[in-house]
């Protein structure tokens, strides 16, 4: 019956647009039909253990990967660098297409602490709903049983970055057994090491960038919807780098009894160095920092106007009683770049706390970056602040010699980063992609000039020199990088319609 409603079409709409309302409409009556197949053969690519340093789990999740593609078809191989993760890699060429889509994916995960987790990160859990309101544990469907877009799937990486694969294996299978061709050449990039800095990404470009040069746009199929749940695109995300600062007293442990009141205290040293880096209302006061930052354009300014106001929600959500900036959105802030403390340590708290004045007090320090910022120069910046607060930055702990010369020393050990990148919004490709993530989301899409998190999406703008989409698909809520991640099971079903939408798009 499908197959002659196709035919009966055909005859009255043009290719193009036909290809286009298959795809979606295929999807969403795919996906009904064979729901709990779908959850099934995402809780089996959940189970395999994803972590970037663990070759032999890596390699197994890459190998499952490349086999699952070829069974849809899909010609597809492993490229390799020796002692690395490998790039899952393949290909659909379509005869009379004009445009080639690049399609990035991340296939590794976060490490864990498995006793944090209610299950195992790697046994993939059914829930009735959200653990935080109340879900229970339930079986994974049987063939034919409804599925509630409301359950939820916990295991690591089933909201970063496992879930695109999950919602892209169903579509491609869709595809083939119904004999839906996608309206653009597909290159399928799935790299296995994201989650642990891409060191070696730039070496997989560079070796195998004639395998490359045809794509026109770079779709990255990662992160999550927005904070209100509707779908976003976004032209780009945030750089990053960082540092570890250390500062030192005396040169051992020193009793808090004895020498309190003499003694420098390490502590309170790093806290009000710390301190005068950045105002309470969140004003980063390192001379410079925000000199670099290259303005957005009028459609990315008018992108942000419309924007739905959630800020007070997510407030609420987050029991913040205020936020950085003064009032400002937090998507006009992610626009600026950020100085954060990501951890302290000086001695100990709670009943391992002792009378003691600790000889090093430590800080690490994570700056995001906007489109301008140079991670080097951003460095250099927070160092310069640095030395004018009185303090002689060494790279290694100081000998004693240093130590009885200079009364303030610092060590600071620099981070490896990258810059941020962004697609113009006014872009013709673009406007496509939005018109056909717009089907596939209804009237609800934000659109947004950047993310907050961090890609290395300036290796596919500035180096290879090509445009990039993001397109999330998971929850917001969904515990990145945390314990008991999760995929809300409606995110994965908009997935696949997306997915189905983008690739048939005129």
Same mark, same amino acid.
């Given at each position: 019956m499908r197959a002659h409603l196709l035919l009966l079409l055909a005859a009255f709409v043009p290719p193009a647009v036909l290809a286009q309302q298959d795809g979606l409409a295929l999807m969403r009556e795919y996906r009904a039909a064979h729901g709990p197949r779908i959850l099934a053969d995402f809780?089996?690519?959940?189970?395999?253990?994803?972590? /970037?340093?663990?070759? *032999? @789990?890596? !390699? !197994?999740?890459?190998r499952y990967i490349r086999d699952a593609l070829r069974a849809r078809g899909i010609e597809t191989e492993l490229l390799e660098i020796p002692g690395v993760p490998p790039v899952v890699y393949g290909e659909w060429r379509v005869p009379g297409a004009t445009r080639t889509l690049g399609l990035? *994916?991340?296939?590794?995960?976060?490490?864990?602490?498995?006793?944090? $987790?209610?299950? #195992?990160? $790697?046994?993939?859990?059914?829930?009735?709903?959200?653990?935080?309101? @109340?879900?229970?544990?339930?079986?994974?469907?049987?063939?034919?049983?409804?599925?509630?877009?409301? $359950?939820r799937i916990y295991a690591r990486s089933a909201g970063d970055d496992k879930a695109p694969i999950g919602a892209l294996l169903p579509v491609l299978a869709a595809f083939r057994e119904h004999g839906v061709?996608?309206?653009?050449?597909?290159?399928?990039? &799935?790299? #296995?090491?994201?989650?642990?800095g891409s060191a070696n990404l730039h070496r997989y470009l560079d070796k195998f960038r004639d395998r490359l040069d045809d794509i026109d746009v770079w779709l990255f199929l990662d992160g999550p919807v927005h904070q209100s749940g509707r779908p976003l695109i976004t032209l780009g995300v945030r750089g990053v780098t960082g540092m570890e600062i250390t500062v030192y007293g005396a040169t051992r442990p020193l009793h808090s009894g004895h020498y309190g009141n003499w003694a420098p205290v390490p502590g309170q040293m790093l806290a009000h160095l710390l301190a005068s880096m950045k105002a309470e209302d969140g004003t980063v006061l390192v001379e410079g920092f925000y000199d670099s930052v290259e303005p957005i354009g009028p459609a990315e300014r008018d992108a942000l106007a419309r924007m739905p106001r959630y800020d007070e929600q997510l407030k609420r959500e987050l029991g913040l009683a205020w936020t950085e900036g003064g009032g400002e959105a937090l998507a006009e802030r992610l626009l600026l770049p950020?100085?954060?403390? !990501? @951890?302290?340590?000086? #001695?100990?708290?709670?009943? =391992? /706390?002792?009378?003691?004045?600790?000889?090093?007090?430590?800080?690490? =320090?994570?700056?995001r970056l906007v489109k301008g910022n140079d991670p080097e120069v951003m460095l250099d910046l927070v160092e310069a602040h640095i030395r004018r607060q009185g303090y002689h930055i060494v790279r290694e702990d100081p000998d004693h010699e240093t130590r009885l010369r200079y009364p303030r020393i610092v060590k600071v050990v620099r981070g490896r980063g990258y810059p941020a990148a962004r697609t113009e919004m006014d872009l013709a490709i673009v406007r496509q992609i939005v018109a056909a993530a717009e089907r596939a989301a209804g009237d609800a899409l934000v659109l947004v000039p950047a993310l907050g998190g961090s890609l290395p999406l300036y290796? &596919?703008?500035?180096?290879? @020199?090509?445009?990039a989409v993001i397109v999330p698909v998971a929850n917001h809520d969904n515990n990145q990088h945390a314990p008991n991640e999760n995929l809300r099971i409606a995110n994965l079903w908009y997935a696949i319609d997306l997915y189905g939408a983008l690739l048939t798009m005129p």
């Amino acid at each position: 019956m499908r197959a002659h409603l196709l035919l009966l079409l055909a005859a009255f709409v043009p290719p193009a647009v036909l290809a286009q309302q298959d795809g979606l409409a295929l999807m969403r009556e795919y996906r009904a039909a064979h729901g709990p197949r779908i959850l099934a053969d995402f809780a089996e690519l959940l189970s395999l253990p994803n972590v /970037a340093s663990d070759s *032999v @789990g890596i !390699r !197994r999740t890459a190998r499952y990967i490349r086999d699952a593609l070829r069974a849809r078809g899909i010609e597809t191989e492993l490229l390799e660098i020796p002692g690395v993760p490998p790039v899952v890699y393949g290909e659909w060429r379509v005869p009379g297409a004009t445009r080639t889509l690049g399609l990035y *994916v991340h296939y590794d995960g976060q490490p864990v602490d498995t006793s944090r $987790w209610r299950h #195992g990160p $790697w046994t993939p859990t059914l829930y009735t709903r959200a653990m935080e309101h @109340g879900g229970t544990p339930r079986p994974l469907p049987a063939a034919g049983e409804a599925v509630d877009p409301e $359950w939820r799937i916990y295991a690591r990486s089933a909201g970063d970055d496992k879930a695109p694969i999950g919602a892209l294996l169903p579509v491609l299978a869709a595809f083939r057994e119904h004999g839906v061709m996608p309206t653009s050449n597909l290159i399928f990039f &799935f790299e #296995g090491e994201e989650e642990a800095g891409s060191a070696n990404l730039h070496r997989y470009l560079d070796k195998f960038r004639d395998r490359l040069d045809d794509i026109d746009v770079w779709l990255f199929l990662d992160g999550p919807v927005h904070q209100s749940g509707r779908p976003l695109i976004t032209l780009g995300v945030r750089g990053v780098t960082g540092m570890e600062i250390t500062v030192y007293g005396a040169t051992r442990p020193l009793h808090s009894g004895h020498y309190g009141n003499w003694a420098p205290v390490p502590g309170q040293m790093l806290a009000h160095l710390l301190a005068s880096m950045k105002a309470e209302d969140g004003t980063v006061l390192v001379e410079g920092f925000y000199d670099s930052v290259e303005p957005i354009g009028p459609a990315e300014r008018d992108a942000l106007a419309r924007m739905p106001r959630y800020d007070e929600q997510l407030k609420r959500e987050l029991g913040l009683a205020w936020t950085e900036g003064g009032g400002e959105a937090l998507a006009e802030r992610l626009l600026l770049p950020s100085l954060t403390v !990501r @951890g302290l340590a000086s #001695g100990n708290v709670g009943p =391992l /706390a002792r009378n003691v004045i600790p000889a090093t007090a430590t800080a690490t =320090l994570g700056i995001r970056l906007v489109k301008g910022n140079d991670p080097e120069v951003m460095l250099d910046l927070v160092e310069a602040h640095i030395r004018r607060q009185g303090y002689h930055i060494v790279r290694e702990d100081p000998d004693h010699e240093t130590r009885l010369r200079y009364p303030r020393i610092v060590k600071v050990v620099r981070g490896r980063g990258y810059p941020a990148a962004r697609t113009e919004m006014d872009l013709a490709i673009v406007r496509q992609i939005v018109a056909a993530a717009e089907r596939a989301a209804g009237d609800a899409l934000v659109l947004v000039p950047a993310l907050g998190g961090s890609l290395p999406l300036y290796l &596919f703008t500035d180096v290879l @020199g090509k445009p990039a989409v993001i397109v999330p698909v998971a929850n917001h809520d969904n515990n990145q990088h945390a314990p008991n991640e999760n995929l809300r099971i409606a995110n994965l079903w908009y997935a696949i319609d997306l997915y189905g939408a983008l690739l048939t798009m005129p």
